[in-house]
C-alpha cells in the first residue's frame, strides 16, 4: 500500500522545483513506488517486469534482501567519509574485487559514480604518460564531467563547453559501419590518428566492449587486440569501461573485455556493482596507481563504509546464485525468443529502452535474476505490442 504523493503531484513538483533537464522515460511517467527482485509496483500496485534494470544498474535484483541486510547492517552501525578512519567495508570489497580481475589489475579506488571513475581514469592515463591525447570511439557515452564529456562522442550529450584533447575514432559498428565485422580495418584508423593526429604519443584509449548508450553495440571482433596494440607501441593506457558491459551481465564473461582477450591497463565501473546504490570504481595495476600520489587526491564518499558494505554483498549474491551463468542461460534463452520475432516483424531490429544515437534500439538490460518464465512473458508483450506498430 502506497499513501505518499500521486504521479501528478510529483511531476507539478518536478516542474516546479527541480532541473527542467530531467527528463523520464515513457509518454505516461510511472510513479514507482516499490521493486522486488525483478518486478516494479506502480503507486496502484500493478506490477511491471522490468526488463531495463534502471539502465543495467540493478544487477542482482531489485531490494535483494542480502543486499540490503549488508546495507543496513552497515548503516546502523556507522557510515562515514571515506578518510580519516579505518573501515573494513573498504578493504574488504576492494579485494573481493580484484579477485575478479586479471593480470596485475590489483589496485581499487572508488568513486561514487561511472562519470567519476572515468575522469579519474583519463586523468591517471595522463598523469602516467604525460601526455593529453585521448583516444575513444564515435558513438562513445563515458559521462558528463569536463574530460568524460571530451571522450563522450554522440551530440546530444555533448554540451559547447571545452573537451580538450580526444580523439573520436570510426566506430566498429558491426550493424552500421562500413568494415562489417572486420575489426582489424577499423583498428588502422586509431593508427592512423595517432600517426596523423598526435606526436606519435597518447595518454591512452577508452572503449566499452559492448557500447551501453550508444545501442547495446558489440565492438567487431578483431578490433581491441589490434587498437590495445597500437595504443601500448605508442606509450598509451588502455582503459576498458565496464560501467554497464561488466559484472556479469554478459553471462559468457565477468567483464566485457574478456571476450575480446585483451587485458586493459585500467578498468572503470559502476551502476551494477552497487545493485542501485552510487558506487563507482577504477581499478589498476600498483604501478599505474603511483601517480596519485604525487597530489593529495581525495573523494569524500567514494567508498564510504555503506557503499562498500552493499557492493561487496551484491558481489557474493552474484556467486552465490550463479547469476553469471543465469544471464548466460536465460540471456540467450531470451535471444532466441527475440530473434524468432524478428523473423515476424520485418525490419524490427532486435532489441526496452530506447537507445542508439537514432533512438531505434530497444535496450533490455534486465536484472540478472531474470528468468526463462519472465523472458517468455517478454517476448510475447513484445509481439503484442510490435504487431501493434
Ligand atoms: N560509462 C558508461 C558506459 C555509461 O553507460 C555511463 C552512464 N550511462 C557512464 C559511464 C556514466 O556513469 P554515471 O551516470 O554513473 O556517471
Known sequence: RYDGPSAAEILRKRSEFLSPSMFYFYKKPLNIVDGKMQYLFDEDGRRYLDAFGGIATICCGHCHPEVIEAIINQMKRLQHSTVL?????????????????????????????????????????????????????????????????????????????????????????????????????????????????????VAGFISEAIQGVGGILELAPGYLPSVYNSIKKAGGLCIADEVQAGFARTGSHFWGFEAHGVVPDIVTMAKGIGNGIPIGAVVTTPEIAQVLTRRSYFNTFGGNPVCTAGGHAVLKVLEKEKLQENALVVGSYLKDGLMALKEKHENMGVLVGKGGFYGNVFRITPPLCFSKEDSDFFVDAMDIALSKL
Open 85 to 201: 578512519y579505518l573501515n573494513h567495508a573498504i578493504a574488504d570489497f576492494a579485494e573481493a574485487l580484484a579477485s575478479k580481475l586479471p593480470g596485475d589489475l590489483k589496485v581499487v579506488f572508488f568513486t561514487n559514480s561511472g562519470t567519476e571513475a572515468n575522469e579519474l581514469a583519463l586523468m591517471i592515463a595522463r598523469l602516467y604518460t604525460g601526455c593529453h591525447d585521448i583516444i575513444s570511439l564515435r558513438n562513445a557515452y563515458h559521462g558528463n564531467a569536463a574530460g568524460t564529456m571530451g571522450a563522450t562522442a554522440q551530440c546530444n550529450w555533448k554540451f559547447n563547453v571545452i573537451q580538450s584533447g580526444v580523439h573520436h575514432a570510426l566506430n566498429p559498428d558491426q550493424y552500421r559501419g562500413i568494415f562489417g565485422s572486420d575489426g582489424e580495418k577499423y583498428a588502422k584508423d586509431v593508427q592512423e590518428i595517432i600517426d596523423f593526429g598526435t606526436s606519435g604519443r
